[in-house]
């Protein structure tokens, strides 16, 4: 009995009170028929919904206690932290996670479980856009990946969503990983192991509105590219060193102006432009130096993702 391998499943959960009635609705109807095989455990993570989602989750605990659980943080950290607090309270052999809004179909759980059965470590989905994803997200997703990739040195295929499966040893890699603002979505492809893509449509949000908001895209794509990569401090140090090398060729004419040519005063838009130009530069390159310099400052506080405030599973002892 206890030889069957648990899978757990985890869905972050912002205001997503429409949808988790449905999520575990649509979930059960893919597991009941697997539990021949697998034990399945469900992990809400509620990321400091201000709807009625705690609530709901806690009379979803009490209707199924035996496989249904939430963890709830004492604020909204992010759908990052939320995954990496489900990856935390897992306790699968394998885990999968996908989002609360039902966008990503539970009729891949059996697709996933087959591919891990033969052997494949990770199992992840790109998404096969198409019209019913909004112009907006699609067009956003895809400069996303470009710049990504263009910058950061792993190779990110466009479309990968949070939706995928993770064996027991790459969880723990996720566990331990001493980073505060670990980016899954590229560490997935650094770790490496046995990797299955698998392409998917998405649904249609079951209910309710998207909760990725521009500011918390910017953040993401910001965060996804200084945290696999020092190329864009590479970047600056080129376009400084370009910029400089222009600039002694100018200081050397304009030497040669004033002393050979005796030229009166003019060049009111070369002034104006180069002063412009390098002001711009340096403001980017301090932006860039800043951007990592704040990931230290995160990193040295050393302050926990997440914190979590109430959760229905009991916190690990090993
Ligand atoms: N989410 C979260 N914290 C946030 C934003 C989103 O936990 O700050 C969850 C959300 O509840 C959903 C998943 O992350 O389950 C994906 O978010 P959403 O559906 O809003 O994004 P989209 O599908 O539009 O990219
Ligand atoms: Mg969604």
Redesign the pocket.
């Known amino acids: 009995m206890e030889s069957k391998p648990l899978i757990s499943i985890i869905?972050?959960?912002?205001n997503?009170e429409e949808n988790l009635a449905m999520a575990v609705q649509k979930i059960a109807e893919q597991t009941t028929p697997l539990q021949g095989g697998y034990r399945f455990e469900l992990i809400f993570v509620n990321?400091g919904s201000s709807d009625r989602t705690l609530a709901l989750l806690r009379e979803l605990h009490q209707k199924h206690s035996d496989w249904v659980h939430f963890v709830s943080f004492s604020r909204?950290f992010?759908?990052m932290s939320?995954l990496r607090c489900g990856y935390d309270h897992s306790r699968g052999d394998a885990v999968i996670c996908m989002?609360?809004?039902l966008?990503h179909p539970p009729q891949y759980i059996p697709v996933f479980l087959e591919k891990w059965r033969e052997g494949y470590e990770i199992v992840y989905t790109t998404r096969q856009d198409d019209e019913k994803t909004g112009w907006f997200?699609r067009t956003s997703s895809r400069y996303f990946y470009g710049l990504m990739n263009r910058f950061s040195d792993v190779n990110i295929e466009p479309g990968a969503a949070d939706f995928r499966l993770l064996d027991r040893k790459v969880v723990n890699l996720i566990r331990d990983s001493q980073e505060t603002e670990l980016f899954i979505r590229g560490f997935i492809p650094w770790v490496g192991f046995r990797q299955f893509a698998i392409p998917y449509k998405p649904d249609q949000?079951f209910a309710g509105q998207?909760?990725?908001t521009l500011r918390?895209m910017i953040r993401l794509a910001l965060n996804g590219i200084t945290a696999f990569s020092v190329r864009p401090l590479r970047i600056a140090t080129f376009l400084g060193s370009c910029i400089s090398g222009l600039a002694f060729a100018y200081a050397i004419y304009a030497l040669y102006a004033h002393l050979v040519l005796k030229e009166t005063v003019q060049g009111w838009t070369s002034v104006l432009l180069s002063v412009l130009i390098i002001g711009g530069l340096q403001l980017l390159t301090l932006g860039i130096i800043g951007e990592y310099l704040g990931r230290l400052f995160l990193q040295a506080k050393g302050r926990p993702p997440y914190i979590v405030q109430e959760s229905t599973i009991p916190p690990k002892t090993s």
């Open positions: 869905l972050p959960a912002y997503e990321d909204n992010g759908h939320a989002d609360a809004d966008q997200k949000r998207s909760k990725y918390k």
